[in-house]
C-alpha cells in the first residue's frame, strides 16, 4: 500500500491547454485520415493517426495528470514484480478445473431452464 496522502490537485490552466492540444492532436489525425482519403494510400492515413495519438499522448504526459498516470504505471511495475505467479503446470490445472466448472454450471442452468418450461406449459394447460 502507498503510505503517501493523494491531494485533489486541480489542473493548472498550462494543464488545460495540453489537455486540449492532446485532443486537437488526435482529431487532427482522424480528420486527416478521412479527408486524404482519395488522395493517400490506406497505410500513411493510418500513419498520420498513429502519429496524432502517439503526439497527444507525449502531450498528455507532461502534465499533472500524465504525471500522476506515469507514477501509477512505475508502482503498478513494481508491484507486479511481488506479485508469484502459477507455474505453466497449476496454471494448466486451474483451466481444466475452470472449464469443467463452467460446463457444470451450464448444464445445472439448462436442467432448470427445462424444469421452469414444464412447468410453465402445465400451469397454462398447452
Known sequence: MNSRVEQPGTASAGDMVKYALALLLVA??????????????????????VLGVVAAAAVFMTSLK????????????????????????????????????????????AGFDTVIQWLVKLFLGQ
Open 66 to 109: 500524465g504525471r500522476q498516470t506515469r507514477e501509477f504505471l512505475s508502482e503498478s511495475r513494481f508491484e507486479l514484480r511481488k506479485v508469484v505467479w502459477p507455474t505453466r503446470q497449476e496454471a494448466m490445472r486451474m483451466t481444466w478445473v475452470v472449464m469443467i466448472v463452467v460446463v457444470i454450471i451450464a448444464l445445472l442452468l
Open 28 to 49: 487532427a489525425g482522424v480528420f486527416a485520415f478521412y479527408w486524404f482519403e482519395t488522395q493517400w494510400p490506406g497505410p500513411a492515413r493510418v500513419g498520420v493517426v
